[in-house]
């Protein structure tokens, strides 16, 4: 069983910051790719941000400049850093991995792991 976690979701006024992470658990060999997504009110679920295990990152247009993902392979962590936000980035923000997980015996696999999401809202 493997599962992700959010966390550092908020309310934060137009221009501040916050950082979200995602820590993935369970019987993980390894994690491949890590990524951020989003869906507002109304609107599609949408790539936010998105790192290999080596560190190649690929941002949406929306964000590119003001956001910056990273992750830490030792802690399954994967993170967003958000600067100026607007209140079009409200939204619930859920993480996903690409998951190794398995045994030598049994064999390995790769699963999609999401997160349960983590509200941001960005108000004055």
């Known amino acids: 069983q493997v599962q992700a976690v959010e966390s550092g979701g908020g309310l934060v006024q137009p221009g501040g910051s916050l950082r979200l992470s995602c820590a993935a658990s369970?019987?993980?060999?390894?994690?491949?790719?890590m990524g951020w997504y989003r869906q507002a009110p109304g609107k599609k679920h949408e790539l936010v941000a998105e790192i290999s295990r080596g560190g190649d990152t690929n941002y949406a247009d929306s964000v590119r400049g003001r956001f910056t993902i990273s992750r830490d392979n030792a802690k399954n962590t994967v993170y967003l850093e958000m600067n100026k936000l607007a209140a079009e980035d409200t939204a619930v923000y859920y993480c996903n991995a690409e998951v190794m997980t398995g045994t030598a015996f049994a064999g390995y696999k790769y699963l999609e792991v999401w997160g349960k999401g983590t509200l941001v809202t960005v108000s004055s």
């Open positions: 369970g019987s993980i060999f390894t994690i491949r790719g």
